[in-house]
């Protein structure tokens, strides 16, 4: 039986994990990173892919950089090596050990958006569709070639956590129809176009901050592209006040970008750059839990008043 290593990190690699399991492939070791620190407590956390290996009861192995140290992968003399957001590049030496290469399960049309976050990059740059490649893997960073892929139509009403889970399970599926044409030496194999590259960066804290000037439509792509992590801020009498949700509504309006125009138990009425304006359903004041609107209006919020800005 062909002997399989599964590397990989977050909940987007677990459905992946657990469909090699299911097909009787032979996973003789599962990587993943070490385990964190997590919440305010910061509490050692493990990876969720960890977990999905402990309960199957497979040895797990946690480097902290894979480039110094991936003997123990070396030692098992692996077949195929499969990797799904495993969160660090994989050096030469290693990606040379299994005899059927290395593929990865990425979350995107490659090579659109190579890198670390292409689910919150592709509502965040307003893309109508996205999808899942399987690619062999090579030392520059989702430039593999494309082995096969799965588009989906991006819904206006996606987050990154709906679109997640969809692409996941689209991940496991594709990858289930794809191994076997690698071990059987079927498996197409088709160069990138490098010059169609863009890429999706992890989010830094300044890609975070809501800019009221920009078009109602960018910036509801920005409180979905940011839901339900890291989520995504303004700002409200000097304070952090984090925006989890949100709709477009439907008034046009002549008030500055950033001024609330109305509030009501449907929620805050903020007015953005192109005279139109969005809708905040879900929102958390600072040092306060997460909270509906009309919660917050009706409690802490209770001062908050139309004609006021948000981000000042």
Same mark, same amino acid.
């Given at each position: 039986?062909?002997?399989?290593?599964?590397?990989?990190?977050?909940?987007?690699?677990?459905?992946?994990?657990?469909?090699?399991?299911?097909?009787?492939?032979?996973?003789?070791?599962?990587?993943?990173?070490?385990d964190?620190?997590?919440g305010?407590?910061?509490?050692?956390?493990?990876?969720?892919?960890?977990?999905?290996?402990?309960?199957?009861?497979?040895p797990?192995?946690?480097p902290?950089?894979?480039?110094?140290?991936?003997?123990?992968?070396?030692?098992?003399?692996?077949?195929?090596?499969?990797?799904?957001?495993?969160?660090?590049?994989?050096?030469?030496?290693?990606?040379?050990?299994?005899?059927?290469?290395?593929?990865?399960?990425?979350? /995107?049309?490659l090579?659109?958006?190579?890198?670390?976050?292409?689910?919150?990059y592709?509502?965040l740059?307003?893309?109508?569709?996205?999808?899942?490649t399987?690619?062999?893997?090579?030392?520059?960073?989702d430039?593999?070639?494309i082995i096969?892929?799965?588009?989906?139509?991006?819904?206006e009403?996606?987050?990154v956590?709906?679109?997640?889970?969809?692409?996941?399970?689209?991940?496991?599926d594709?990858?289930?129809?794809?191994?076997?044409?690698?071990?059987? &030496?079927?498996?197409?194999?088709?160069?990138?176009?490098?010059?169609?590259?863009?890429?999706?960066?992890?989010?830094t804290?300044?890609?975070?901050?809501?800019?009221?000037?920009?078009?109602?439509? /960018?910036?509801?792509?920005?409180i979905?592209g940011?839901?339900?992590?890291?989520?995504?801020?303004?700002?409200?009498?000097?304070?952090?006040?984090?925006?989890?949700?949100?709709?477009k509504?439907?008034?046009?309006?002549?008030?500055?970008?950033?001024?609330?125009i109305?509030?009501?138990e449907?929620g805050?009425?903020v007015?953005?750059?192109?005279?139109?304006?969005?809708r905040?359903t879900?929102?958390?004041?600072?040092?306060?839990?997460?909270?509906?609107?009309?919660?917050?209006?009706?409690?802490?919020?209770s001062?908050?008043?139309?004609?006021?800005?948000? &981000?000042?």
């Open positions: 039986m062909n002997k399989i290593i599964f590397m990989g990190t977050p909940d987007f690699a677990v459905p992946v994990l657990e469909r090699i399991i299911a097909e009787g492939y032979q996973v003789d070791l599962v990587v993943t990173q070490p964190r620190p997590r305010r407590k910061r509490v050692m956390t493990p990876p969720p892919v960890k977990e999905a290996a402990e309960k199957h009861q497979i797990v192995f946690q902290e950089k894979i480039k110094d140290n991936f003997q123990p992968i070396a030692d098992l003399k692996p077949d195929l090596i499969v990797t799904a957001a495993f969160g660090q590049l994989l050096p030469k030496g290693l990606l040379e050990i299994p005899a059927y290469g290395c593929i990865n399960v990425h979350a /995107s049309l090579p659109a958006l190579r890198g670390g976050a292409p689910i919150h592709s509502i740059e307003g893309h109508e569709k996205t999808g899942i399987i690619m062999y893997m090579a030392e520059k960073l430039a593999g070639d096969s892929q799965h588009a989906l139509t991006i819904e009403s996606d987050d956590g709906s679109l997640h889970d969809k692409l996941a399970t689209i991940g496991a594709l990858l289930s129809n794809t191994i076997p044409s690698i071990f059987s &030496g079927e498996a197409n194999r088709e160069r990138q176009d490098d010059s169609l590259a863009t890429f999706a960066p992890n989010i804290r300044d890609q975070e901050k809501i800019d009221w000037n920009l078009s109602q439509q /960018s910036v509801y792509n920005k979905r940011l839901h339900p992590w890291p989520v995504a801020f303004t700002l409200w009498q000097g304070k952090i006040f984090k925006v989890y949700q949100a709709e509504a439907m008034q046009a309006n002549s008030q500055p970008a950033g001024t609330i109305n509030t009501s449907e805050i009425t007015a953005t750059g192109d005279k139109k304006a969005v905040l879900t929102v958390q004041p600072a040092g306060k839990k997460k909270m509906t609107a009309a919660e917050f209006l009706r409690g802490v919020g001062n908050l008043k139309v004609g006021e800005k948000l &981000g000042e």
